[in-house]
């Protein structure tokens, strides 16, 4: 059974770093891109980026890049997504999302359950 | 990179049908048969009902279909039911292996 496990909720201050994971299990997870979407309260989905863990190619978005590092370790199955210097528009809920194992591998077919981040002073 | 575009709200009463639609670019919907449609309930994460414009995940309803014509996707939710209320967000596959999200749009059963 594909499962996504995600770090829990953090609450932190502006200026401090971060760093949230996304354990994968279930399925082989060096050969499928694992993406990163935000979602501040009440508002949509956004788009961050993907990682493929084979080989660490990354793709950002042009909103996030330079503000977000996305990483993987293929040892332990986990990717990652961290901040040097949170914001307070950071605070949102982060979801990790396997993308593709169906038809043209372009979807988001299992979502993890979200990690709440919180950055207040 | 600005977000797809779909309506922020679509209502109906049980048993319609309904349609969504989700507007993009030549870089985006427009480029590409990769659009994606899914489901977020309150508080939960989204699940994937729709893939590659008008495919559906083994073992979803039938009453969830989508098509593309030009620059535009559509969702079709067709015998509403209570449990479709939800926000519904369309996702497009992009250049250079990206993506970009659609604003949402809220579905409200009568």
């Known amino acids: 059974e594909v499962q996504l496990v995600q770090s829990g909720a953090e609450v932190k201050k502006p200026g401090e770093s971060l760093k949230i994971l996304c354990k994968a299990s279930g399925y082989g997870f060096s050969t499928y891109w694992i993406g990163w979407v935000r979602q501040i309260p009440g508002k949509g989905l956004e788009w961050m980026g993907v990682?493929?863990?084979?080989?660490?190619?990354?793709r950002y978005s042009p909103s996030f890049q330079d503000q977000v590092t996305i990483s993987a370790d293929r040892s332990i199955n986990t990717a990652y997504l961290q901040w040097s210097s949170l914001r307070a528009s950071d605070t949102a809920v982060y979801y990790c999302?396997?993308?593709?194992?169906?038809?043209?591998?372009?979807?988001?077919?299992?979502w993890g359950p979200g990690t709440p981040v919180t950055v207040s002073s | 990179q600005s977000a797809l575009t779909q309506p922020a709200s679509v209502s109906g009463s049980p048993g319609q049908s309904i349609t969504i639609s989700c507007t993009g670019t030549s870089s985006d919907v427009g480029g590409y048969n990769y659009i994606s449609w899914y489901q977020q309930h309150p508080g939960k994460a989204p699940k994937l009902i729709i893939y590659?414009?008008?495919n559906r995940p083994s073992g979803l309803s039938d009453r969830f279909s989508g098509s593309k014509s030009g620059y535009t996707a559509s969702l079709t939710i067709s015998g509403l039911q209570a449990e479709d209320e939800a926000d519904y967000y369309c996702d497009s596959f992009t250049t250079s292996n990206t993506h970009v999200f659609g604003s949402g749009t809220k579905v409200t059963v009568l």
């Open positions: 990682i493929y863990p084979s080989d660490s190619d990354t």
């Open positions: 590659d414009v008008n």
């Open positions: 999302a396997r993308r593709g194992a169906i038809g043209s591998s372009t979807s988001f077919d299992y």
